[in-house]
């Protein structure tokens, strides 16, 4: 089962490209810092300082401005992650997030799915108040149980 | 199933459950508008106007600045939706939601509850922004399919 999550956000498709892809921007809205900058083939780690946690996301794909591939997880290959990026007629941007991967035969299962859409929805929340309001206190405050 | 979601919010919780039941805020993370403000045994209409949708929910609890619990949904009871406000030691406030009575027996009703869980942490996060930084517009920019 795959878990889609859309936001629009009122700006280019560029500068929202850069938020994910540059290192200087991704505590703004999502982990606290990252690696390096995103590139095809590179594998980067991401950081949660505030959760003392890190992984590596693998970068699979990167076409600037339209779409990003990446894969995470714990099993080396792990989901596959595809972000995409659509301007719209009024400068808007559509960003749609899909993971792939979830099995769902489980209570545990769901569960965790759950867990990953919040994390979807929350993240993109709060990227469409870094990019349109310049905060970046919204991130990192989800209360896990 | 439940859906449990919760947030951590830089305000006291008298101000973040006046949010919820007075009608002049609402508009700024949530619903555009509520009929009335919210008290313990009425039937409130919520309208969302981007979508020109609305609906009814029934208060069935209200504890000042603790507690808010309401049902809605299609068939007259409803999903039971219970709201808890609880004050830190930082001041700040941890709000927690839990919506019972979900299905998971098949596909369509885990699409439902995931789509709920991502209601949840949108509206939550919206609020976050709302109250703290007086952002009002994050709000009715998910894009369903």
Chains 1, 2 share one sequence.
Not at 20 to 34: L, N
Request: glycine share 6%; charged share 30%; proline share 1%.
């Amino acid at each position: 089962m795959n878990n889609l999550t859309k936001i629009k956000i009122e700006k280019p498709a560029k500068e929202i490209f850069e938020a994910f892809v540059d290192p200087e921007k991704i505590g703004g809205f999502w982990f606290s810092s990252c690696s390096e900058r995103w590139e095809q083939g590179k594998t980067v780690t991401l950081r949660y300082e505030e959760y003392n946690a890190q992984g590596d996301i693998k970068i699979a794909e990167l076409e600037a401005n339209k779409k990003i591939v990446f894969h995470w997880g714990t099993n080396g290959e792990g989901n596959k992650v595809s972000i995409f990026f659509t301007e719209l007629e009024d400068h808007s941007t559509s960003v749609v997030i899909e993971e792939e991967g979830f099995s769902v035969n489980h209570e545990d299962q769901i569960l965790y799915l759950l867990d990953n859409k919040g994390g979807w929805v929350y993240t993109l929340t709060c990227l469409k108040a870094y990019l349109e309001f310049a905060v970046t206190t919204l991130r990192a405050s989800l209360i896990k149980k």
